[in-house]
């Protein structure tokens, strides 16, 4: 009799959990962040909100009563970058993206790649974390500043990411272009680290919160790599001539046998999203990723300085979402 109970109890069990499974499918809105190569931070960063979205959404769910309001779940995929990310929110594929702070200005005031092609409604949620522009070179192919990259091979990052673009700005800065190489790669930020390991490409160029798994990874393989500095008049141009950039350290001891700092110039991590996107589903994502901050930090090493003051303004050059604004407002930060 017990047993009969006892699997009767299961059934019903099985029963129930699927009903509200089915009740969660059918009011559920899906949505994307789009974010960066697997090993960076901004698929790190991508998925960190949405599980303080989901971790908010549970606990609200909690007490309310069945079917009265949506329930948001989101995805963040690994994509090609800044740019990419970008696009496709100007398409309508994506409702989120992380994008380098010099990208979101361009595509919001159409300059540079962005000319012809403004994108008027993009708009900011929030930035995120430092993004030094760092070119790692390995150990044998002795490059100690930018001059020496000429003859080398060097990869200049996938089209569509946030590195490629920088990379050549830094690059019409120094009055260059591609033959200054010996040659150019196209790869993606998770696979210029093999590469370079594997002693295939002398140095890349990349944008990317520090510390950062794939970087030690460089540091530590057969190419023994490390930064370089990047500074001098060109860089210094760069840095007074917009306020996207800013003078970055990536201070020394960050990575193994990285005995001195590497100064460089960088951009931020920004959130970004469309003006068509509503103010109710940007309102819910800055609440849980600012509601549970302290969780929020903990999700990289990377996010370790993040002050939500710093947040709604830095790195921001498309207006703030109004969903964004209202929970600002109402938390005081505005
Ligand atoms: N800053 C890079 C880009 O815009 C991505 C860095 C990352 O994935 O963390 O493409």
Same mark, same amino acid.
């Given at each position: 009799?017990?047993?009969?109970?006892?699997?009767?109890?299961?059934?019903?069990?099985?029963?129930?959990?699927?009903?509200?499974?089915?009740?969660?499918?059918?009011?559920?809105?899906?949505?994307?962040?789009?974010?960066?190569?697997?090993?960076?931070?901004?698929?790190?960063?991508?998925?960190?909100?949405?599980?303080?979205?989901?971790?908010?959404?549970?606990?609200?769910?909690?007490?309310?009563?069945?079917?009265?309001? %949506? @329930?948001?779940?989101?995805?963040?995929?690994?994509?090609? $970058?800044?740019?990419? !990310? *970008? =696009?496709?929110?100007?398409? #309508?594929?994506?409702?989120?993206?992380?994008?380098?702070?010099?990208?979101?200005?361009?595509?919001?005031?159409?300059?540079?790649?962005?000319?012809?092609?403004?994108?008027?409604?993009?708009?900011?949620?929030?930035?995120?974390?430092?993004?030094?522009?760092?070119?790692?070179?390995?150990? %044998? @192919?002795?490059?100690?500043?930018?001059?020496?990259?000429? $003859?080398?091979?060097? !990869? *200049? =990052?996938?089209?569509?990411? #946030?590195?490629?673009?920088?990379?050549?700005?830094?690059?019409?800065?120094?009055?260059?272009?591609?033959?200054?190489?010996?040659?150019?790669?196209?790869?993606?930020?998770?696979?210029?680290?093999?590469?370079?390991?594997?002693?295939?490409?002398?140095?890349?160029?990349?944008?990317?919160?520090?510390?950062?798994?794939?970087?030690?990874?460089?540091?530590?393989?057969?190419?023994?790599?490390?930064?370089?500095?990047?500074? #001098?008049?060109?860089?210094?141009?760069?840095?007074?001539?917009?306020?996207?950039?800013?003078?970055?350290?990536?201070?020394?001891?960050?990575?193994?046998?990285?005995?001195?700092?590497?100064?460089?110039?960088?951009?931020?991590?920004?959130?970004?999203?469309?003006?068509?996107?509503?103010?109710?589903?940007?309102?819910?994502?800055?609440?849980?990723?600012?509601?549970?901050?302290?969780?929020?930090?903990?999700?990289?090493?990377?996010?370790?300085?993040?002050?939500?003051?710093?947040?709604?303004?830095?790195?921001?050059?498309?207006?703030?979402?109004?969903?964004?604004?209202?929970?600002?407002?109402?938390?005081?930060?505005?």
């Amino acid at each position: 009799m017990k047993k009969i109970i006892t699997s009767l109890s299961s059934a019903l069990l099985i029963l129930v959990a699927s009903l509200s499974l089915t009740n969660v499918a059918k009011s559920a809105e899906f949505f994307t962040i789009g974010t960066g190569g697997p090993t960076g931070v901004y698929f790190q960063t991508g998925n960190a909100i949405c599980k303080m979205l989901h971790k908010s959404a549970i606990s609200a769910e909690h007490g309310r009563k069945k079917g009265t309001a %949506k @329930a948001y779940r989101c995805t963040a995929p690994s994509t090609g $970058g800044s740019n990419y !990310n *970008i =696009g496709q929110i100007a398409a #309508g594929e994506f409702q989120f993206g992380v994008a380098q702070s010099d990208w979101q200005y361009h595509a919001v005031n159409g300059s540079s790649k962005w000319e012809g092609k403004q994108y008027s409604d993009l708009r900011a949620v929030f930035s995120v974390h430092n993004e030094p522009f760092q070119i790692w070179a390995r150990k %044998k @192919a002795k490059v100690k500043n930018f001059s020496d990259l000429e $003859g080398k091979v060097v !990869n *200049i =990052g996938n089209p569509g990411s #946030g590195q490629r673009g920088t990379m050549e700005e830094l690059m019409k800065a120094m009055g260059v272009d591609n033959s200054f190489f010996k040659s150019t790669t196209e790869l993606t930020s998770s696979e210029q680290v093999k590469a370079l390991c594997d002693g295939k490409i002398d140095a890349f160029g990349y944008s990317v919160g520090f510390p950062n798994g794939a970087m030690e990874q460089a540091a530590t393989c057969a190419a023994k790599a490390s930064p370089i500095n990047l500074t #001098g008049p060109e860089v210094q141009g760069l840095i007074d001539g917009a306020d996207y950039y800013a003078q970055a350290v990536i201070p020394k001891g960050t990575y193994t046998k990285q005995k001195k700092d590497a100064t460089t110039f960088g951009v931020k991590a920004t959130v970004v999203t469309s003006a068509d996107v509503s103010e109710e589903l940007v309102y819910l994502v800055v609440k849980a990723v600012m509601e549970n901050f302290d969780d929020f930090k903990k999700q990289h090493p990377a996010f370790g300085f993040l002050e939500k003051k710093n947040m709604i303004k830095d790195g921001l050059s498309a207006p703030l979402h109004p969903g964004a604004i209202k929970y600002y407002k109402e938390a005081g930060l505005m």
